[in-house]
């Protein structure tokens, strides 16, 4: 069973949309990524820190889906990271309420030793140097290095990022960032600048507009699945990010073909993440469930063209 290592933030989120609000509820990006990476069976670990505040039963939420949580410190005299935003009508655009990095202000990530020698580490959206610090605690290179990020780290740690980029194999951002980091508007163009700066895989997501892949001059694109709902876009982007990395280090395939495979996965995984608030609906998500949603996406996607 191939190991993953999961890096990123075990927090709370206080969530405003249209449909409704939240106290505070479960969220971050690696309780997230850790959901969805536990439907492929791989031997997973979060890495990531909390407060004294946060409570028992969240934590073991991940152990009972098989989400090791040794690497997860506990700082008992201090707060979890805290995020409250409230989103806008059209559900893609949100305004940051409050932002109280706690316990996250300080956090330097330990790796179980168990896991320094994963296939596959999905470096979730940190600070770069936090990222930066956990490739440098494996002991054995892995095969393949997933990293999400965001605009926040272009305006304030772009060295930072540069440096962290040069060593990874896949990044993940949505298109404004694409554009952001390479000052491009083509999304075509973008990709291969990044390509330049070391990733050999460049993922954009467009939201509600599926997602992009390009290896070199190989371009693959992943429609959304039309939903009848979106009550919480939130946690989208990370259930993507878990579901695409599960999937390459449960069939250990890093191909460009595979990934495909992991788009449309990591799509359909997100595609329950936003039907509730929060972590609700991929903490009730049966298997059964993922397999007819993905059938929806075989159906949406292919067809037959008659070429006369």
């Known amino acids: 069973m191939s190991k993953l290592v999961i890096v990123g933030t075990v927090a709370f989120d206080a969530i405003e949309t249209p449909f409704g609000k939240t106290d505070k509820i479960?969220?971050?990006?690696?309780?997230?990524?850790?959901l969805a990476a536990s439907h492929?069976?791989?031997?997973?670990a979060a890495v990531s820190v909390v407060g004294g505040d946060f409570p028992q039963e969240y934590l073991d939420l991940l152990s009972e889906r098989n989400v090791n949580i040794d690497g997860v410190e506990i700082v008992k005299e201090g707060k979890t990271f805290f995020w409250s935003g409230k989103y806008h009508n059209d559900m893609n655009s949100r305004d940051t309420l409050v932002t109280e990095l706690n316990v996250l202000a300080d956090f330097n990530p330990v790796v179980p030793?168990?896991?320094?020698?994963?296939?596959?580490?999905?470096?979730?959206?940190?600070?770069?140097?936090?990222q930066m610090g956990v490739l440098e605690q494996m002991t054995t290179k892995p095969k393949l290095v997933i990293l999400d990020t965001m605009n926040f780290w272009m305006d304030c740690a772009l060295e930072d990022l540069h440096n962290v980029i040069k060593k990874i194999d896949v990044i993940t951002i949505n298109d404004e960032e694409a554009r952001q980091l390479t000052?491009?508007?083509?999304?075509?163009?973008?990709?291969?600048?990044?390509?330049e700066m070391?990733?050999?895989?460049?993922?954009?997501?467009?939201?509600?507009?599926?997602?992009?892949?390009?290896?070199?001059?190989?371009?693959?694109?992943?429609?959304?699945?039309?939903?009848?709902?979106?009550?919480?876009?939130?946690?989208?982007?990370?259930?993507?990010?878990?579901?695409?990395?599960?999937?390459l280090a449960k069939t250990e395939d890093y191909s460009f073909?595979?990934?495909k495979n992991a788009v449309i996965y990591g799509s359909t995984l997100a595609s329950f993440c936003v039907e509730k608030f929060g972590t609700e609906r991929m903490v009730n998500l049966e298997n059964s469930e993922v397999h007819k949603r993905m059938q929806q996406f075989?159906?949406?996607?292919q067809f037959n063209i008659e070429l006369s």
């Open 26 to 34: 479960l969220g971050g990006a690696a309780t997230f990524i850790g």
């Open 40 to 44: 492929f069976n791989v031997d997973a």
């Open 113 to 130: 030793e168990a896991y320094k020698n994963a296939e596959v580490v999905m470096l979730g959206n940190l600070h770069p140097i936090v």
């Open 183 to 195: 000052g491009e508007y083509s999304l075509v163009v973008a990709a291969r600048k990044i390509h």
């Open 198 to 247: 070391g990733p050999k895989y460049v993922v954009i997501k467009k939201g509600e507009h599926g997602a992009l892949l390009f290896h070199n001059d190989h371009m693959f694109y992943a429609p959304a699945l039309p939903l009848e709902e979106v009550f919480d876009p939130t946690g989208a982007g990370d259930t993507f990010a878990g579901g695409f990395a599960g999937y």
């Open 257 to 259: 073909e595979n990934m």
């Open 298 to 301: 075989k159906q949406l996607t």
